[in-house]
């Protein structure tokens, strides 16, 4: 009786540990404009022009070149004024590339024991999480009352979610204070990782803009064999956080996806799975776009000024329709 009660006591308590942090969309856009710095060459000028003078301080990047010569970047850097410590990751700057990347899918790494990811994820967070880690860790001890946003886009999502992962396991004491959102992350590891993620990194989401082809790369099913999402293929983590719709602004619509199978819920992105198995081409734009804003040429486009950026992008190449400022 007393292990049953245990039992259901365990229940309660995940469950209240998940509902405990809800979605923060003002957060989420903050993110989404992070994780464009982390494209730009010089992130302390990006990071001027979309913020303002001085609110993001320390500003340290690195980058680090994998076994195809392809860049691998991040940035760490504080903000006194939003009592937050920052480690932003570059997204890939071909999504041909990252295509190619996520179809070697079979080639799998142990991940601490905490399930297996995809090898180049694996491979390019090792090279450029130790240029960071010292840096990023000192600033949390040393605030040891801020928060620490861990974020990216695209691949840089992929590498965000194993640093996440990593700084729990090394510093659990910090995990309390992590905030981990991404945009357009492709799925990292299989089962086993994802849940291990759900449990160490608890304030975490995945947002996902409409039709972005990448979210579901790799595969989490035998195409037209399996209905749902199987656990023996790769497994996203959760809270995925749904904007279904073709005009993705701050002020639209989202669904957190709570339903089943967990943490790849079959009424959210994944109902669009082979949405764009014709004109991929098409679909990318949903991949490249969070909040309208074109995530990787932000900076060459603007130089991070959101007023320049509306002023240089012809409303007709935004999916067709009129930009929003929300």
Known sequence: MLRRISFYFCIIASAKLFQAYEYDRDISYK???????????????????????????????????????????????????????????????????????????????????????????????KGIYQKLEKTFINNAMKYDSYSMWITGHSLGAALASLAAMQIVIDYPILADRIVFYTFGQPRVGDYTYAMNHDQMVNNSFRVVDYIDPVVHLPPCRLLAVEETCSTSYAYHHGLEVFYDTDHMVESSNFTVCKGLPKDEDMHCSNKYTFQCLVNLKDCISYHTHYYQIDLGEFHKTSNCSLKQYKEAIPMTKIRKHAYSSA
């Open 31 to 125: 993110m989404a404009l992070l994780s464009a710095a982390a494209y730009a060459d010089n992130p302390e000028a990006c990071l001027f022009n979309i913020f303002g003078d001085k609110i993001w301080q320390n500003i340290t990047q690195k980058t680090f070149r994998d076994n195809t010569s392809n860049s691998i970047s991040a940035f760490a850097a504080v903000s006194h004024d939003s009592k937050v410590i920052l480690l932003s990751f570059r997204g890939t700057t071909d999504v041909v590339q990252l295509l190619k990347q996520v179809a070697s899918f079979w080639k799998k790494d142990n991940f601490h024991n905490k399930g297996y990811v995809l090898e180049y994820w694996n491979v390019a967070f």
